[in-house]
């Protein structure tokens, strides 16, 4: 039997990042640990030719409108075999004028963060892949997106941005920042971290990612 295979896209139509690249190998060296095939492509249409057969296919940093109508269809159609997605950082800022994606693929829309700083995230559900491995608070570096819309009541919050810890949280109290959810027939999980290239080489947030994926594309349950 042939390993299980993940696609990793990466198109940019908006702010590109610079971590992209340290996203892109750490996915790829977890691979190698952990017995996974992965397709990388910035290509709508070589997306569209992957993503039948892939386990899980995660939008990395995506920005801006990145799939063609033939994109769009084929992760409706991963989504709706069971296929998971994993949506890392700027997956959020992705596909405005498609609000399925927003709304039913990741969860919420991003609308706008604070300068680079560090922060501090309340762990809230330690019973998920992605999580597990964290205490109850999780110091890190990021951008701390704002949304659009609280999605808590949608998805299953895993995470949460504790705004007393940093300036220019917009969400007050409750500010989710990793969720996962099961719906449009898939599993998908976000997590808004991940902006710096230091993050990649982070053993908590390698596991993170990890667990992520492993529950998206049905490797592990939580």
């Known amino acids: 039997m ?12 908006g702010y590109r990042h610079d971590s992209i690249p340290d996203g892109v190998e750490a996915f790829c060296q977890l691979g190698a640990e952990h017995g996974f095939d992965l397709d990388h492509t910035e290509d709508p249409a070589e997306l569209a030719g992957a993503l039948p057969g892939a386990a899980a296919v995660v939008f990395l940093s995506t920005s801006g409108d990145v799939l063609t109508d033939d ?5 409706t159609s991963h989504l709706a075999a069971g296929g998971g997605f994993v949506g890392v950082h700027a997956a959020a800022c992705t596909e405005y004028g498609w609000p399925w994606y927003g709304r039913d693929v990741v969860g919420a829309v991003f609308d706008g963060h604070p300068a680079l700083q560090p922060g501090t995230l309340t762990v ?15 110091e890190f570096t990021d951008e701390w997106y704002n949304f659009t819309a609280n999605p808590r009541g ?14 220019g949280g917009r ?52």
Not at 2 to 13: A, D, G, H, L, Y
Not at 71 to 75: I, K, P, T, V
């Open 124 to 138: 809230e559900d330690r019973d998920h892949p992605a999580t597990a491995h964290l205490g109850e608070r999780w």
């Open 171 to 222: 969400m007050g109290a409750d500010h989710p920042m990793v969720w996962c959810h099961e719906r449009a027939g898939g599993r998908s999980f976000y997590t808004a971290l991940g902006h710096t290239a230091e993050s990649y080489a982070d053993p908590d947030f390698r596991h993170h990612l990890l667990g992520g994926l492993r529950w998206a594309a049905r490797w592990q349950d939580g």
């Open 2 to 13: 042939s390993p299980p295979r993940i696609v990793v896209f990466t198109r940019t139509t």
């Open 154 to 167: 949608r998805v299953r919050v895993l995470a949460a941005a504790d705004e007393s810890t940093y300036d």
């Open 71 to 75: 994109g769009r269809q084929a992760l």
